[in-house]
């Protein structure tokens, strides 16, 4: 399993917002404006929760449909 990484901590504001760490902010790219996606699970409720940022999670889901074409294809060559 890969190591998890410690980037600080972030405090819940008033109206339930929270800042990102700026350390992770500096790793990821992440600038003002872009989306970030937040899962989480009902079975999670005591565990948290997991964010990415939309335009990764796209290029993650794109590389995926691409195997799954290839995998197709040589499903149909059999």
């Known amino acids: 399993m890969?190591?998890?990484e410690f980037y600080g901590s972030a405090t819940v504001?008033?109206?339930g917002q929270i800042?990102?760490?700026?350390?992770?902010?500096?790793e990821l790219n992440i600038?003002?404006?872009d989306k970030i996606l937040i899962f989480g699970k009902r079975k999670w409720k005591k565990w948290g929760f997991i964010a990415a940022k939309a335009e990764v999670l796209e290029k993650l889901l794109?590389?995926?449909?691409?195997?799954?074409?290839?995998?197709?294809?040589?499903?149909?060559?059999e």
């Open 31 to 33: 600038k003002a404006g």
């Open 62 to 77: 794109q590389e995926i449909e691409k195997e799954i074409r290839k995998l197709m294809e040589g499903a149909k060559k």
């Open 13 to 15: 504001g008033e109206r």
């Open 2 to 4: 890969a190591e998890l």
């Open 19 to 26: 800042a990102l760490p700026a350390s992770l902010r500096r």
